[in-house]
Each structure stands twice: as structure tokens, then as C-alpha cells.
């Protein structure tokens, strides 16, 4: 099994500019979240989904929007990219019927928005 | 906005001793109290849980103590290893929200 996998590794967008983040997980988990990490702030929630076609608002969700359409993926886009959204995205899953504490993290998105 | 929270953000062990990272909370009602590792270019990994009922719990080499009283948690790791330099987390789980919510880390570096 790959766990989660992140699509691109590296990017660097100018101001305005869109793009698609894409993250895939074979573990069939119900749960997927989208965090981004910047120094010293810790892991921030972008938006997360419970299930197919499902998403959700998570702590810092201005700028992003995601989507759900199969059960194994889970994009994040940016519709106009600005330089505060410079940082290292992190997706992540976890099963459902579980207490969703052990989450599965891909290996991070860094990003740069110039 | 963060209701958990690290007392130090870096922390310098000697090889073979036992390190202790601390975590300070303010949601008493939190179901759940969760410390993650994040070892450098990598996504965070999973270590241990404590459900709020509970005063400790021990794993491979790390235990989880938990004081209600002053809203304290803290990671002890045993014997110190060189893979054990990492980024620490705290989280919290409410449990009523599918939610994890993440204070910024204590950075540990073990000297050889």
C-alpha cells in the first residue's frame, strides 16, 4: 500500500494563479483532511470530508475550496493564489468507526506564491 | 483559535536520557489528548493517545501522563535515541466534531 500520496511535491505559483492539490489514499478511509503548516504555528485545518461528497470547513478555510468525489481522493484548490498562502500543505485520513485520533499524513505540498 | 498549547518550543536531550515534553489545554471537555511526531521533510506521524478519563498510558518507550487539575499533558520518551530528534505535537480531540486540533510543536534535538 502507498498510504497517502500528494500530488505535486513542489510548486511555485505567481499572484493569481490557480492550481489543484491532489491527494490520494488506498487505505479506503472514510475520513480526509487538508491542513497547511507554517513555522511556529503548528497544523491548521483547512477543510476535511467524512465521506464521499461530503466536505467541511476547518479553521483557515478562506482562499480554499475542495472536493470529494471519490472516496479514495480528496483535491484542494486555490482559486487565486496570494502570498499568504505561501506554506507546506498536508493531507491526511483516517478510518471511520474509529475516535479519527490516528491520522494518516501524506509527505506535504510545498508551496510558494510569488 | 489554539486551545492546546507546548511550554517550550525547543528542547536539547543527551543521548540516553529521558525527555519530557510538556502541553498545557484549556478545553476540559476534550475527549481525547493525542501526540504526534513530525521527523524533518515529512508528514506527521501518529505516537500515542489518552482519553480524558485516564491519568497515564504507556506505549513502546514513551508514556502519556495527564493532569486534569492543571490542564497538563505531557510525552515522556525513555532512553533517548538519535531518531528521536523530531517535531513534537499536541492535539486535542473534542469528539463530537472529526476534528484534531494541533498546538505548534516542541522541536527536540538529541545530542550525541
Known amino acids: 500500500n502507498a498510504g497517502v500520496t500528494q500530488t505535486p511535491k513542489f510548486r511555485v505559483l505567481k499572484t493569481g494563479q490557480s492550481m489543484t492539490l491532489l491527494c490520494a489514499q488506498d487505505?479506503?478511509?472514510?475520513?480526509m483532511y487538508w491542513y497547511r503548516q507554517d513555522p511556529g504555528m503548528g497544523l491548521r485545518l483547512i477543510h476535511y470530508s467524512v465521506g464521499e461528497g461530503t466536505t467541511a470547513k476547518g479553521e483557515v478555510p478562506d482562499g480554499y475550496n475542495v472536493s470529494r468525489l471519490k472516496k479514495q481522493n480528496f483535491l484542494l484548490g486555490l482559486e487565486s493564489a496570494a502570498p499568504s498562502q505561501t506554506s507546506v500543505y498536508f493531507c491526511?485520513?483516517?478510518?471511520?468507526?474509529?475516535?479519527?485520533?490516528?491520522?494518516?499524513f501524506g509527505p506535504g505540498t510545498r508551496l510558494t506564491v510569488l | 483559535g489554539e486551545s492546546v498549547g507546548l511550554h517550550l518550543p525547543t528542547l536539547s536531550v543527551q543521548e540516553g536520557d529521558n525527555s519530557i515534553i510538556n502541553c498545557a489545554y484549556s478545553n476540559s471537555a476534550s475527549d481525547y489528548f493525542i501526540w504526534y511526531k513530525q521527523e524533518s521533510g515529512k508528514g506527521p506521524q501518529f505516537i500515542i493517545d489518552?482519553?480524558?478519563?485516564?491519568d497515564k498510558r504507556q506505549g513502546q518507550r514513551v508514556t502519556v501522563l495527564l493532569n486534569k487539575t492543571v490542564k497538563h499533558l505531557s510525552l515522556q520518551i525513555a532512553a533517548t535515541q538519535p531518531g528521536d530528534s523530531a517535531v513534537y505535537f499536541c492535539a486535542e480531540n473534542k469528539g463530537y466534531d472529526y476534528k484534531l486540533s494541533f498546538g505548534a510543536g516542541t522541536t527536540v534535538t538529541v545530542r550525541a
Open positions: 491526511a485520513s483516517s478510518p471511520q468507526g474509529s475516535s479519527y485520533n490516528e491520522q494518516f
Open positions: 489518552i482519553r480524558s478519563n485516564m
Open positions: 487505505m479506503n478511509h472514510e475520513y
